[in-house]
């Protein structure tokens, strides 16, 4: 099991809190150590929205409090009718994700049952709000993770097994079973290149210049992204439909495992291509590595013609999966193009560190 970046911060952030709190004399320090708890988080810009968040759900938790205490005091019931408040209040504010720390806040000052009642609640509103800037701290100081290594690494791992997938696909070479049981996992592994895709979008640069090479970026991976999804449909498409695909003539057969072969090998090359493992333009002709699409075509149609019953359920699978192809094909080309206009601005600026893909 791997210790994360989250988990080292969480803890740092409880730590610092608990410090801080002694340090200011806080009667109740942990309270500090929730509130870092919840605030804390994997982005730096997700910190900063959390911290403008956090301000104005324990303001209205702790003046929601403070008033009905004075005007109706402190019963259970009273704690729970102004729970239920706070919770539309945040809900009408759209600010969901405050709700927990609103009810600690509310909870935490509604609990007096003597004293100084402002001062009291003063004191555990400040003790709250020392939690969640020590978090915001921690998330400015703490190297955040490079999401950007996650998301390429978890790109090309994912492409990687769905192209093998692809490959033998075609060839009739695979446990069927098995197959299905990781296309699941190809589904999720798809959802987290999109978690992964988001928290990159969500860092923040200090520099123009930076921030112009994010924005191409960005484009890239998102294409990245939609292609992988388009080869995994594809995979879907050879494994739903592979008793039509071994029913089709030998030739038509044997065109579609070339044109697939071409197709998956031109994938990898753009891939490697992105992070300069192969010069762009390359340095040798690389057109046998696009799908031949009219190839692909004449032999369906002629198949078509062939066939003595043209609503036979079987020409409308065989062109599902010439279709779902040439989609994927299309895909790979447009991020064929997008790499190669980005090296033209951005010349040997893609930099990917040798790292765990995890």
Request: no cysteine; glycine share 4%; charged share 20%.
């Amino acid at each position: 099991m791997k210790l994360g970046a989250r988990i080292l911060k969480t803890g740092i952030a409880i730590v610092l809190a608990l410090y801080l709190s002694q340090l200011f004399h806080s009667p109740s320090p942990v309270f500090a150590a929730i509130a870092a708890i919840f605030a804390i988080q994997p982005t730096i810009y997700r910190s900063y929205l959390t911290i403008v968040e956090q301000i104005q759900g324990n303001i209205i938790g702790a003046l929601l409090a403070v008033i009905l205490v004075l005007l109706l005091g402190n019963h259970f019931i009273v704690i729970g009718l102004a729970a239920i408040i706070v919770i539309i209040i945040n809900l009408k504010l759209k600010l969901e994700n405050t709700i927990g720390l609103s009810l600690v806040t509310l909870i935490s000052i509604m609990e007096t049952q003597s004293g100084s009642f402002i001062q009291f609640a003063g004191i555990r509103f400040s003790t709250i709000m020392i939690g969640v800037f020590s978090a915001f701290i921690v998330n400015l100081v703490f190297i955040p993770p490079k999401y950007e290594n996650k998301l390429y690494f978890k790109i090309v791992g994912t492409t990687e097994e769905i192209i093998k997938w692809i490959r033998l696909s075609t060839r009739h070479d695979y446990d069927h079973q098995l197959l299905k049981t990781d296309i699941k996992k190809l589904k999720e592994e798809i959802q987290t290149m999109d978690q992964f895709y988001k928290m990159y979008k969500e860092e923040r640069g200090y520099f123009s210049k930076k921030n112009l090479e994010k924005s191409r970026k960005l484009v890239i991976y998102r294409q990245l992204n939609l292609t992988a999804k388009k080869a995994l449909d594809t995979l879907k498409r050879l494994h739903r439909f592979e008793n039509e695909l071994l029913h089709l003539p030998e030739d038509f057969k044997q065109s579609i495992q070339e044109q697939v072969d071409s197709l998956i090998y031109h994938h990898e090359q753009v891939l490697l291509r992105f992070i300069g493992k192969i010069p762009t333009p390359p340095p040798y002709h690389e057109e046998n590595v696009y799908l031949n699409k009219k190839e692909l075509f004449d032999y369906f149609f002629t198949h078509q013609s062939e066939s003595a019953d043209h609503n036979n359920p079987h020409l409308f699978h065989t062109m599902q999966i010439i279709a779902s192809v040439i989609d994927y094909a299309e895909q790979v080309e447009h991020l064929d193009t997008l790499i190669t206009s980005f090296h033209s601005y951005h010349k040997n600026e893609v930099s990917i560190e040798e790292e765990s893909q995890e």
